[in-house]
């Protein structure tokens, strides 16, 4: 039976052959600075999570996917911690679990990738998004914003409480100070219209009162 460490420690090794200089260096370039990052692409770092997931289909081990994932969240390394948001199976992370992970959150490029590849997967996603986009740190509001976006892109219409406090925080986060939330704010404004003409007339009234155009 292969051990759970000797797994980590298997996968950091061959982050080596996916190296990218150029990638790691201009995150670096742009001040994402991480214990190790080896600059693989993330087409790579999917192959390589679809490959994992393999492997426990097809061969008994001494740990699951679940601890796989959560071990390699504990890394601080930026190849670790995104192949653990694409490998963690969205309907076995409880709520307690995904709160500490959003509290070690180091930067928007894993909020991002944490959102896309898990955040919006998740049985209580509305409920987590509605919150985050409440919070006054800029990678909780950015998580909640870019789920909503999916949950709307998906055809999930909210209730007339969620519509106001969605409207109210996209405002707030439309004038507030980090431009990456002001970006995922408006993209879900676009995502929220596009549920039908009722929802476009509301995103536009909204951004008419504080003098921005919504195209």
């Not at 307690?96 to 894993?110: A, K, L, R, T």
């Not at 406090?165 to 980090?178: K, V, W």
């Not at 970006?183 to 921005?212: D, P, W």
Request: hydrophobic share 40%; with cysteine; glycine share 4%.
């Amino acid at each position: 039976m292969e051990d759970l460490r000797d797994k980590v420690n298997e996968i950091k090794q061959s982050f080596r052959l996916m190296m990218d200089g150029a990638v790691a260096q201009s995150m670096r370039n742009k001040g994402l600075n991480y214990h190790l990052n080896w600059g693989a692409t993330l087409p790579r770092l999917k192959a390589k999570a679809e490959e994992l997931k393999s492997m426990f289909n097809v061969q008994c081990s001494t740990f699951n996917v679940y601890d796989l994932a959560i071990a390699l969240w504990k890394e601080n390394v930026r190849e670790c911690k995104i192949l653990a948001t694409m490998l963690m199976p969205p309907e076995r992370m409880l709520p307690g679990v995904c709160d500490i992970w959003m509290e070690q959150i180091p930067s928007q490029e894993i909020a991002e990738q944490v959102a896309f590849n898990l955040w919006q997967h998740l049985p209580y996603a509305p409920e987590k998004a509605y919150q985050w986009i409440a919070s006054d740190q800029e990678y909780y509001q950015l998580c909640g914003f870019h789920v909503l976006s999916r949950l709307f892109m998906n055809g999930q219409e909210p209730n007339e409480r969620g519509i106001n406090e969605f409207i109210d925080q996209s405002l707030s986060a439309l004038q507030g100070p980090y431009m990456s939330v002001c970006k995922a704010a408006m993209q879900s404004l676009q995502r929220f219209a596009e549920l039908g003409l009722v929802y476009e007339r509301m995103a536009k009234s909204a951004t008419k009162s504080i003098n921005l155009d919504f195209l």
